[in-house]
Each structure stands twice: as C-alpha cells, then as structure tokens.
C-alpha cells in the first residue's frame, strides 16, 4: 500500500489546481474512482461527488481539491506581474519562489521576485514583508510580451514544485493540503467495504471560505460526515508541545475542537466512533484539541439543521509551504481506520 500511496500522493500533489480551477485534478481523481463506484459527477460549483451504493444510513466523506495560489492581477508597462493571493500565504514563504502561470496558451514559467536586501535600509529589512512589494517577473519587456505568451488578468498561477522522498518514509511537496485528504479518499474508495451509502465528495474552494463543502453537503444532506484534511504537529522547533502535542509518524488525527471552538466542536459520537473502531483495530491514532485551521467539516456540521462532524486528519509540517512535510505510514493508517470505520456506523 505503501507504494501505491506515494506514486498517487506525488501525482497529485504535482498537478496544479487552485481554488476556482481544480479541473485538472477533478479529471486525474475521475481516472482513479471510476471502476469503483455507482455514480461519478460534478454539481454546479465543480465538486466531484462520487456514490457507492448501500442502505438507508449516509455517510459524507469530504476532501477538497484546491491548493493555495495566486492570481494576476495587473500587468505593467515593462512586463512585470501584480498579483492578488488564493488562500493563506504567509509572505516570506512564498517569496523568491518559482511559479507556473496557467495561461490560455499553455503554462508560463516565472519568478517572484521582490526589492533585494541588499538594496534596503537596516530599519526596512526588519519590517513584515507585504504582498504589494513582491511581483512576478516571466522575462517579459512589455505588457505585450506578457500578452503574446497567453497571459492576462485573472490567469491563476500556483507554485512550480515537485515532490520529493526524505528519509525516514517521509515526503515533502506542494498543495499536500490537501490532496494527502483527497489521497486517502480515493484508496478508501477503492478497498471500501461498507453496508451504508457513501458520498465521498472532492470539494472546490476550501482555501477561500469552505465553499464547495457548504453547497455539497446541503444537496446530500448526509446522516454524519468526516472531513479528511492535514493538522498541524507541534513535534519541531518553534512550536511548544503544549500548543500543538501530536507529532508525525504517530498516526491519523481524531479532532475534537478545531480553532479553539470556533470552527468545530466535533459531535461526540462521531468521536467516539472513530476513537473507538481504532482501538478495537489496533490503528495508531491520535487526539487534538486544536487552536487553529478548519476543515470542511467546520461548514458541513452547520448545514440542514446540522449534520454530525469530524475531522480525521494527517499531521504535515510546513503547510501553507511549497515544503509541505508528511509521513507515508500516517496516510496509510488514516485509511486503514476509514475503511474500517465504515464498515459500522456512530
């Protein structure tokens, strides 16, 4: 299993797909599910509903498919690229990086660049970096140039970068947050075996606002749900344990509260439920109590009167990174519990 998750892990997380474009990967998930489901579509907003037919009890699996990016903007007189971001970025992350711009004749390669520091004053090198310092620079002279080669206001752009092995069975790479959830429904999928009906839904447009989750779940209208996503560990430098105590490499997630309960307060037989099909399988797991980030199940649980919650979710390091860190062996556990769990019911 092992081998089968990293070939598809890698090429998930090499395909590009930010939040409002993620038909490319709605296609390569499409390639992957369709010999092992009844029913395959995408709704209106782009989610990717997938249904394995059982009885009365349904049960909503959600992933979103959208990685953090960004989006042109303005394009100058000599060439260079403002442009807004599509998710969370912390700047200092995302400058001096490659990016891809995806224009409409084909893909543009391009440096963010900014003001060097070795052009700024003490006092300047000290300051927060701000979005509207940094631009995009694709060897364009002109705002022609930069047309003739397909690109214009409202190209997305994501983060040229490929995964990589470290050892100890552990990964680094892009938009892990979150096809690590999209990877781990589509391998429950394929070994699935449960009496009930599942509705694994590869959502749109989490990174902005939980978009595609709240139009999904609404359609459905699910007996319970279970969002897979990642979590942040607190098991490397700057992070106390006491913020964050889980650790990679130690197993899947079980969130009970995440953003300190103003996101979600997971429904306490869902938790019990999960905790308790990993015990009696022998599935390493983890608890969290978490201070920050939602997941789709934040918006699931508000919809039609509400709908029974969880996150389960798999700990990577760096996320919001194009250095996203995560651990083969979680992914694998956090399936193995999927499967498992559905097999009953909270």
């Not at 631009?135 to 214009?152: P, T």
């Not at 892990?176 to 599942?198: Q, Y």
């Not at 509260?257 to 938790?271: E, F, H, N």
């Not at 390091?317 to 062996?329: F, G, M, Q, T």
Request: with cysteine; net charge negative.
């Amino acid at each position: 299993m092992i081998i089968v998750v990293l070939e598809l892990l890698k090429r998930l997380s090499d395909a590009h797909g930010v939040s409002g474009y993620e038909q490319n990967i709605v296609e390569m998930i499409k390639g992957e599910i369709a010999p092992y489901v009844d029913e395959l579509s995408t709704d209106s907003m782009g989610n990717l509903i997938a249904v394995k037919r059982g009885g009365d009890f349904k049960v909503m699996l959600a992933a979103h498919m959208d990685e953090i990016g960004c989006m042109v903007q303005y394009i100058d007189d000599k060439g260079f690229i403002r442009f807004i971001t599509l998710g969370g970025w912390f700047m200092p992350a995302l400058y001096a990086q490659r990016v891809i711009l995806h224009g409409k004749k084909g893909q543009i390669i391009g440096v963010l660049g900014g003001k060097p520091p070795h052009m700024m004053k003490d006092e300047d090198r000290k300051k927060e970096l701000k979005q509207e310092e940094l631009f995009i620079d694709i060897g364009a002279s002109s705002a022609e140039d930069v047309a003739n080669l397909g690109i214009e206001i409202g190209t997305p752009i994501t983060i040229d970068r490929e995964l990589k092995e470290l050892a100890g069975g552990r990964l680094t790479g892009k938009a892990f947050d979150n096809r690590v959830g999209c990877a781990m429904l589509i391998e429950t999928l394929k070994k699935l075996d449960s009496p009930h009906t599942i509705y694994a839904v590869f959502t749109v447009q989490e990174e902005v606002g939980l978009k595609g989750a709240k139009t999904s779940a609404y359609a459905i209208n699910p007996d319970c749900a279970i969002a897979t996503d990642v979590t942040i560990p607190g098991d490397h430098p700057g992070i106390d344990k006491k913020d964050a105590s889980i650790e990679m490499g130690k197993g899947p997630v079980i969130i009970i509260v995440s953003a300190s309960g103003r996101g979600l307060i997971s429904d306490p037989k869902m938790v019990a439920w999960l905790r308790s099909t990993a015990e009696d399988a022998g599935i390493p797991h983890q608890i969290e109590v978490g201070t920050g980030g939602n997941t789709d199940a934040t918006i699931i649980h508000l919809e039609q009167g509400g709908i029974p919650s969880i996150p389960l979710s798999i700990p990577a390091r760096y996320i919001h990174s194009p250095v996203e860190v995560v651990d083969l062996n979680d992914i694998k556990e956090g399936i193995r519990l999927l499967c498992e769990a559905l097999k009953t019911r909270p």
